[in-house]
């Protein structure tokens, strides 16, 4: 992610964070409906091997059904929670960035940004043309790029090392 995208996205990947957050908290599974037509529509994987000598059929359909249940459940919380952690992680460095940027670039990208204060309302709060708006913008981004440059570098001589 670049800054650029942060600026433009930030808002979205807050409130999506916020509805992924409330789901992991109050996580109820997926529903029953969903889990029987992911049956009906799916072929066995691996070998079929005989488990026991019962032959009540809804038992085995109840036990496969749990199985499915569970696999389906766990698989959704697992995403769910992935994405909660990439995002948290992106804002909170966006944050932190924010914090390293030179002069008054910290709190303008702050307003601009996070308060979603439009053009007309940086010009008039800082005191600043059009154009200066535009220039502040671009530098921000850029100091802001390479430190997400240098991010990259260091997570990738780790997956290298």
Known sequence: ??????????????????VLEFK???????????VIESMNFSKPQGERVQEGMVSDKTGKAAAYYR????????????ELFR???YLKEEIDFFGFLMTQLSGRLPEFVRD?????????G?????????????????K???????MYEFRDDVEMKYILS
């Open 67 to 78: 199985r499915v249940a569970d696999r389906l459940d766990d698989e959704y919380f697992d």
């Open 1 to 18: 992610m670049r800054a650029e995208e942060m600026f433009k996205n930030y808002t979205k990947m807050k409130q999506e964070m916020t």
């Open 140 to 146: 921000a981004a850029r100091e802001m790029d390479q």
């Open 112 to 120: 601009m940004v996070m308060e979603q204060m439009d053009w007309n």
């Open 24 to 34: 992991i908290r109050d996580f109820e599974g997926i529903r029953k409906e969903d």
């Open 122 to 138: 940086l010009m008039e709060k800082y005191s600043i043309s059009y154009s200066t708006v535009g220039r502040y913008r671009k």
């Open 83 to 85: 994405r909660y952690l």
